[in-house]
Every structure is written in C-alpha cells, then in structure tokens.
C-alpha cells in the first residue's frame, strides 16, 4: 500500500497499464476536465489535487483505475491553509510552491512535510489572512507518518501574520507547522 496519494496514483496507473492521456480522454468523457500536465503534476507529487473539480476527478479515477472508494481521496490529507502558502525545502530536490487556497472546504489546521532522508536545511512558511488569524500556533514533528504528532515548540505570529519553521541538518520524520483557530 502506497504511504502518499502521488505514489498510489502512479502504482494504479502503472498496475492498470494506462496512460495519462488515455485517464485524461476517459475523465473528460465523465464532464471531467483535467490538463494533461495537471494529471502529470499529481503523480508526480508536485501538486496535489484541491480544488472541487479536482476532487471530483480523483474520484472518478478511483472508479476509472478499478481501486477501491477513497483510496486516493484519502491519501489528500487536510486542505491547505486559506492566504498566501509558502514552502521552501533546500538540499536534494528543491523547490518553492506559492498558491493561493480558496475557501470552498474544510478549515485546514496544520501543513507538513515528510523527509524520508536528512536534508541539509528546510524551511516552513505559513502566512494568513489578517481577518483569519488563528489563536495558536505550534511547531510539530513525528518520527514517521503513523506516529502521531507532538508539539515540539509554540510559535509567535509575525507582523506579517506569518509563523515559520527553519532547520539546518533535518532529521528524517515529518516536520511541520500546526494551529488553532478557537
């Protein structure tokens, strides 16, 4: 059983011998409409699916790839936070993502990244909304992905309305930001 929704997808994929442009005809003849490099994205984890059409895809590709319901959906985890999102991982593969998440789903309460391998350094940001403020925040780590999670340290909010995480030498488990919004 695959640990995140990207590898779940590429096994699927891979297991029913499909191809992104076969899903991608058979998902618009459901009135689904997914790019080509959206689909692409997803099972290569640079993205994940959020947005309610998105969903609405996921769910039909478990149909579609013959897996069982909400075995993809609930590889998600919890939507991103509402606001401006930032996150930057240096050392290994690095990269930046900035969306921006709408309010059309549940409240999301944490973000968090998992390293399977030390990585020399790696960086957190979360930024909210002056009118959504939350009450507390927490920095959080877990040894593995079916560990729970403990509050390693609280967190001031900046003038910025942002907390962030900054570590040199990261030890492999999940790293991330947890809040609260009372």
Not at 13 to 31: C, M
Not at 58 to 69: C, G, H, Q, T, Y
Not at 94 to 105: F, I, L, N, T
């Amino acid at each position: 059983m695959a640990d995140s929704f990207d590898r779940a997808l590429r096994g699927a994929i891979r297991a029913r011998g499909q191809s992104l442009e076969r899903l991608h005809v058979k998902l618009a003849e459901r009135g689904i409409h997914v790019s080509m490099a959206s689909l692409g994205n997803w099972q290569r984890g640079r993205c994940r699916p959020e947005r309610s059409q998105s969903l609405r895809a996921v769910r039909a590709l478990e149909e579609i790839l013959d897996l069982a319901p909400y075995s993809l959906a609930v590889l998600l985890g919890p939507r991103r936070p509402r606001g401006r999102w930032v996150r930057t991982v240096h050392g290994g593969p690095s990269y930046r993502d900035v969306c921006e998440v709408h309010d059309d789903g549940p409240e999301a309460t944490f973000d968090q990244r998992w390293f399977r391998f030390p990585a020399h350094t790696y960086l957190l940001r979360v930024q909210f909304e002056p009118d959504t403020l939350p009450t507390r925040c927490h920095r959080t780590w877990q040894p593995n992905v079916s560990a729970p999670s403990a509050d390693v340290q609280e967190l001031r909010l900046s003038g910025w309305h942002t907390v962030r995480v900054a570590d040199l030498e990261v030890r492999p488990g999940v790293h991330g930001i947890r809040w609260e919004w009372d």
